[in-house]
């Protein structure tokens, strides 16, 4: 009986832990961009995202971009601006890009926006904070 209760003391930590960042409704609002492929993103200009209407809009790091977010989550053929920058930031833009792109986008229990794509998350964006 003891190791039963210990047994079903250990589901329910897993069970519990699960759910604490189980995927949510998107939250439309502003983001910016904290992780890319699990590095996080340090820049002077945060990269800007708004999210409403069925369109997740960004800002940055270079060009504004823009692309659909179908009613599952899943974000389709987006348009850009094709202006120049420094070589480090087109690379992180072109990352970034490449990593929305077929993505599925998924809300988190603490307003985050989240980008799967393969099985992995692959783009986190933080609420931005409020005036």
């Known amino acids: ?22 995927p949510a409704q998107p939250t439309k609002g502003e983001y910016t961009v904290s992780e890319i492929d699990g590095k996080r993103v340090e820049l002077a200009r945060p990269i800007l995202v708004s999210y409403d209407d069925g369109r997740l809009s960004g800002n940055g790091p270079v060009n504004i971009w823009s692309m659909p977010v179908e009613d599952n989550g899943k974000l389709g053929m987006g348009i850009c601006t094709r202006m120049a920058g420094p070589e480090e930031l087109m690379n992180l833009e072109s990352k970034l890009l490449r990593e929305l792109d077929g993505g599925v986008l998924a809300g988190r229990k603490d307003k985050a ?4 794509k393969d099985g992995k998350i692959v783009v986190v964006m933080e ?5």
């Not at 009986?1 to 189980?22: D, E, H, Q, R, Y």
């Not at 926006?113 to 799967?116: C, G, N, Q, T, Y």
């Not at 609420?127 to 005036?131: A, D, Q, V, W």
């Open 1 to 22: 009986m003891k190791t039963l209760n210990i047994l079903l003391g250990v589901v329910a930590v897993f069970s519990l832990s699960a759910c604490a960042n189980a």
């Open 113 to 116: 926006l989240l980008v799967r």
């Open 127 to 131: 609420p931005t904070e409020s005036p």
